[in-house]
């Protein structure tokens, strides 16, 4: 049943003279304020805030929380975006004193530990991925494609070329064409097969001498290996452009295959994907990078570097693009990612990968027959379904089921990306899963297929909010409140 009780804003929910705090009158001499700021710049009325209890602003702030649906509450198969359980130790672990209590602006003889850390971690992700250099600078993982791309363009500038194009293959996730864009690149799409690969002739119609760099995702979007990427790299180094590897989905891979043994000569990383931390929206992240030895003097500044047994930061790069992100980059989510990876060690990275698949596999076994998976029988850690018949049979979408799956206490799948799969279901269940888990989400996939498609167009039936218009939501926002006249 739905929750029909709307949510009250704290502005509606104010009283005038309610207060959750009452402060001690300051104990220091103040200040005139108009010696701090010209007497212009003051209000003249307090803010108009609202005023509530504690219980009250506890019970607002709780409340709203719990209509949220989260990994450490659901089952959460959002594919591409994985959203997998991050351990309660790494969250423990980088929230110890002698983490978050430092300060960028000590001085580095007093942060020895941290730098030591910082410096394990490049030397763990180079082994990770095959390449030898790493800046665990930037941000997210748009981040490091931007950071990486800039890195690439310093590299043709340093050469005394001038190379335009990005090449990106249809099913590339839309950060790839946005960071090339962003780095000054022109964009160029290159097709994939109907079974979901690079389409090798359009990528040799396209590649020239004018291409800087192919960005490709292997395991890509629709959750398949590339097994052509050998020859792909090959081709792409033959004209003198260098093959960038989106890392998103280097959960399917740890341990198995390296992106510089398969012929990447850079690449990003998403800690919150592969390893683990706070997810969402381009940060509070980390997207560190890696590349081959030829790119590494072009990396951003510092990098981590070891003098005997000191560590440094390192600024003294001159052919570095320079800072892409203050201080250290953002330490908390590399010590939790750094936590992950040492806890696992290097045969259980190769499990959570496999695992990973297997869970991705089972699921895909258990859902084709309803909902078909045009690209394969098998898959890595995701896989594309299709609601495409039903839509035709019964008129009933993904985002019907995308929403119906709410009522039954199940995050929705990413629906509608990738754009090449006609009403499209991407699935990545996660290694952590249990086989309950994964039987209980394809029989309520099953259940909602039989549903009448009135109650499914009008789903979800139990959230506090329906079906908002999203379309008028992002273009409309209205995101400041105003009283009811
Ligand atoms: C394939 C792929 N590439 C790049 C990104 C961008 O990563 P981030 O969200 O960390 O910026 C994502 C994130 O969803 C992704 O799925």
């Not at 009250?8 to 309610?18: A, D, K, M, T, V």
């Not at 942060?111 to 971690?121: N, P, T, V």
Request: glycine share 8%; charged share 20%.
């Amino acid at each position: 049943m739905r929750n029909t009780r709307a949510t009250q804003l704290l502005f509606e929910l104010s009283r005038p003279g309610r207060r959750s705090a009452r402060l001690p009158a300051a104990d220091v001499p103040a200040v005139p304020l108009e010696t701090l700021v010209p007497r212009a710049a003051l209000a003249t009325a307090p803010p108009p805030l609202p005023e509530l209890t504690e219980p009250e602003l506890v019970r607002h702030f709780t409340n709203l929380s719990t209509q949220n649906m989260s990994v450490d509450t659901h089952f959460y198969p959002l594919g591409s975006c994985t959203m997998k359980y991050n351990p309660k130790r790494n969250e423990r672990l980088a929230s110890l004193s002698g983490m978050v209590d430092l300060h960028p602006y000590q001085s580095e003889s007093t942060l020895q530990g941290l730098l030591e850390l910082l410096h394990d971690l490049q030397e763990i992700l180079a082994e990770i991925s095959g390449l030898p250099a790493v800046s665990l600078q930037p941000a997210a993982g748009a981040h490091g494609e931007l950071t990486a791309l800039l890195v690439a363009a310093a590299h043709f500038r340093q050469l005394g070329q001038t190379r335009t194009k990005v090449l990106a293959p249809d099913s590339a996730h839309g950060t790839n064409p946005a960071s090339a864009a962003m780095a000054g690149f022109d964009t160029v799409t290159v097709k994939s097969t109907p079974a979901g690969y690079v389409d090798m002739d359009d990528l040799a119609a396209k590649l020239d001498g004018e291409t800087a760099v192919f960005m490709i995702t292997n395991p890509n979007t629709l959750g398949m290996f590339d097994r052509h990427i050998a020859d792909i790299a090959r081709r792409v180094h033959d004209v003198g452009g260098l093959i960038y590897l989106d890392g998103a989905n280097m959960n399917a891979i740890l341990g198995i295959t390296r992106p510089g043994d398969f012929g990447a000569d850079m690449m990003h990383f998403n800690p919150h994907k592969t390893f683990s931390g706070p997810h969402g929206g381009g940060g509070p992240g980390a997207g560190p990078i890696a590349v081959s030895e030829t790119l590494a003097p072009y990396l951003p500044v510092p990098i981590v570097t070891r003098d005997g047994d000191r560590f440094r930061l390192d600024f003294d790069r001159p052919h570095s693009i320079g800072r892409v992100r203050a201080f250290f980059g953002n330490v908390g989510v590399l010590v939790r990612a750094y936590c992950y990876i040492r806890t696992h060690g290097p045969e259980g990275l190769r499990r959570v990968a496999e695992n990973a698949i297997l869970n991705a596999n089972y699921l895909l076994s258990k859902v084709k027959h309803i909902f078909p998976v045009p690209q394969g029988d098998r898959c890595m850690h995701e896989f594309v379904a299709s609601a495409q018949k039903l839509k035709s049979d019964r008129g009933v979408s993904a985002m019907d089921i995308a929403k119906r799956l709410l009522d039954y206490g199940f995050h929705a799948p990413t629906v509608y990306f990738p754009s090449t799969v006609r009403e499209s279901m991407m699935i990545e269940p996660t290694e952590t899963e249990s086989k309950e888990t994964l039987d209980a989400f394809a029989q309520t996939l099953f259940r909602i297929s039989e549903e009448p498609p009135d109650l499914l167009h009008e789903a979800p039936h139990t959230t506090s909010i329906s079906r908002p218009d999203e379309v008028r939501a992002a273009r409309q926002s209205l995101v400041a409140w105003r009283a009811a006249k």
